[in-house]
């Protein structure tokens, strides 16, 4: 029976230690929730657009009205975006179903695989958007570079991951059935107050949270730029049908500006869920800088984005970039005036353990509800 209860804690096993993916999995249930959302949306409505009628295709071919444009004008393209969106849309709801059956305690058969998917997912994501959002050398140049600054993080992180699974899962075959009471794993001395690292982890998941945010709206934007896309070839050859408008000859290097903030904020966003998810493993030493810094990327990133995207003239451009003075001035009034915001500061304030969890709760709706209006309009 139960042989382990009561009184004496000498002989009782130490407690196994609660995974990050546990921790954060109603995030990472947002996370696959969203993906299948804006990977779902994508493969109904294919970037390029369709054709609006009947027509000869480039090829020589026939189109029928609502084929997909990118079929015809660039099928390897389209072959490749078609399948990477959809193994992000499968692998999302893969990892729904694993996050609904996490155990808080052990399954390290469960936290590999769910990692291994993670990992399938994000490849595929970034797959879809290299192909469906770039359509010249430039855009493609710009997101094979930024995008394999994050398959390269991600393939460590995983291969990490599961060096650390298979030295738990070894310990059985070893005599033993858990690692050794008198031996903890050693954490840095800053990690040592548990109220710090309580704070740190509720800011992480705020921190999670906006960076789900802008992954969501780069993707998005990515598939459909704004100004729309050509419905038809040009004679002259000047474009194509399913190029966007923006890249024409009237605003080539808007169109530029706008692709390589809105795919740096995506690479940014990724690179910061990943890191956030793996944080408690390894580099410990960098975890208090680098999510912020990623995020702060990820948002700057969105914010000229819109200012290149939103606009068509020099002079409402700067006002949209003069928008972002005052966030920016915000933020460090906050960062200087208020010594608790400071990551750098929070391992030694422990008294304000309260605070970030109402915080994050607050945030988690406010975010929730602003991605659900954004997703439906």
Request: with cysteine; charged share 15%.
């Given at each position: 029976?139960?042989?382990?209860?009561?009184?004496?804690?000498?002989g009782?096993?130490?407690?196994?230690?609660?995974?990050?993916?546990?921790?954060?999995?109603?995030?990472?249930?947002?996370?696959?929730?969203?993906?299948?959302?804006?990977?779902?949306?994508?493969?109904?409505?294919?970037?390029?657009?369709s054709?609006?009628?009947?027509?000869?295709?480039?090829?020589?071919?026939?189109?029928?009205?609502?084929?997909?444009?990118?079929?015809?004008?660039?099928?390897?393209?389209?072959?490749?975006?078609?399948?990477?969106?959809?193994?992000?849309f499968?692998?999302?709801?893969?990892?729904?179903?694993?996050?609904?059956?996490?155990?808080?305690?052990g399954?390290?058969?469960?936290l590999?695989?769910?990692?291994?998917?993670?990992?399938?997912?994000?490849?595929?994501?970034?797959?879809?958007?290299a192909?469906?959002?770039?359509?010249?050398?430039?855009?493609?140049?710009?997101?094979?570079?930024?995008?394999?600054?994050?398959?390269?993080?991600?393939?460590?992180?995983?291969?990490?991951?599961?060096?650390?699974?298979?030295?738990?899962?070894?310990?059985?075959?070893?005599?033993?059935?858990?690692?050794?009471?008198?031996?903890?794993?050693?954490?840095?001395?800053?990690?040592?107050?548990?109220?710090?690292?309580?704070?740190?982890?509720?800011?992480?998941?705020?921190?999670?949270?906006?960076?789900?945010?802008?992954?969501?709206?780069?993707?998005?934007a990515?598939?459909?730029?704004?100004?729309?896309?050509?419905?038809?070839?040009?004679?002259?050859?000047?474009?194509?049908?399913?190029?966007?408008?923006?890249?024409?000859?009237?605003?080539?290097?808007?169109?530029?500006?706008?692709?390589?903030?809105?795919?740096?904020?995506?690479a940014?966003?990724?690179?910061?869920?990943?890191?956030?998810?793996?944080?408690?493993?390894?580099?410990r030493?960098?975890?208090?800088?680098?999510?912020?810094?990623?995020?702060?990327?990820?948002?700057?990133?969105?914010?000229?984005?819109?200012a290149?995207?939103?606009?068509?003239?020099?002079?409402?451009?700067?006002?949209?970039?003069?928008?972002?003075?005052?966030?920016?001035?915000?933020?460090?009034?906050?960062?200087?005036?208020?010594?608790?915001?400071?990551?750098?500061?929070?391992?030694?304030?422990?008294?304000n353990t309260?605070?970030?969890?109402?915080?994050?709760?607050?945030?988690?709706?406010?975010?929730?509800?602003?991605?659900?209006l954004?997703l439906?309009?």
């Amino acid at each position: 029976m139960a042989s382990g209860g009561g009184g004496d804690g000498e002989g009782k096993p130490p407690a196994k230690e609660e995974s990050t993916e546990y921790r954060l999995r109603k995030y990472l249930l947002l996370l696959a929730t969203l993906v299948a959302t804006v990977t779902y949306a994508a493969g109904l409505n294919l970037p390029g657009g369709s054709w609006a009628e009947d027509a000869p295709a480039p090829a020589g071919l026939r189109v029928v009205a609502g084929d997909p444009i990118l079929r015809e004008t660039r099928y390897t393209r389209y072959v490749v975006f078609y399948a990477c969106n959809a193994v992000a849309f499968a692998a999302s709801l893969v990892v729904s179903l694993i996050v609904l059956v996490l155990p808080k305690e052990g399954g390290g058969r469960l936290l590999s695989a769910m990692r291994a998917v993670m990992v399938v997912d994000l490849l595929g994501l970034m797959g879809a958007y290299a192909a469906g959002s770039s359509r010249d050398g430039f855009t493609t140049a710009a997101a094979s570079a930024l995008l394999l600054l994050v398959f390269a993080y991600v393939a460590g992180a995983f291969l990490a991951s599961l060096n650390l699974i298979t030295v738990r899962c070894q310990l059985p075959c070893q005599g033993r059935t858990s690692p050794p009471a008198a031996a903890p794993r050693p954490r840095p001395p800053g990690d040592q107050d548990p109220a710090a690292t309580k704070a740190m982890k509720s800011e992480h998941e705020i921190l999670l949270l906006l960076a789900i945010f802008a992954a969501t709206i780069a993707y998005v934007a990515g598939m459909n730029p704004p100004g729309g896309f050509w419905r038809d070839t040009a004679v002259d050859g000047e474009h194509v049908a399913g190029d966007p408008v923006l890249q024409g000859r009237a605003h080539p290097n808007r169109y530029r500006a706008f692709y390589v903030c809105n795919t740096a904020a995506f690479a940014a966003s990724l690179l910061a869920v990943m890191f956030i998810v793996v944080e408690d493993k390894r580099l410990r030493h960098w975890r208090k800088a680098v999510p912020y810094g990623l995020v702060v990327a990820a948002l700057l990133g969105l914010g000229g984005a819109y200012a290149a995207g939103s606009c068509r003239d020099g002079k409402h451009t700067t006002y949209v970039a003069c928008l972002v003075a005052p966030v920016v001035a915000y933020i460090a009034i906050l960062y200087i005036a208020c010594p608790s915001n400071n990551p750098s500061s929070t391992s030694k304030s422990p008294s304000n353990t309260t605070s970030p969890s109402n915080t994050n709760t607050t945030t988690t709706t406010i975010s929730i509800r602003y991605i659900i209006l954004y997703l439906g309009n």
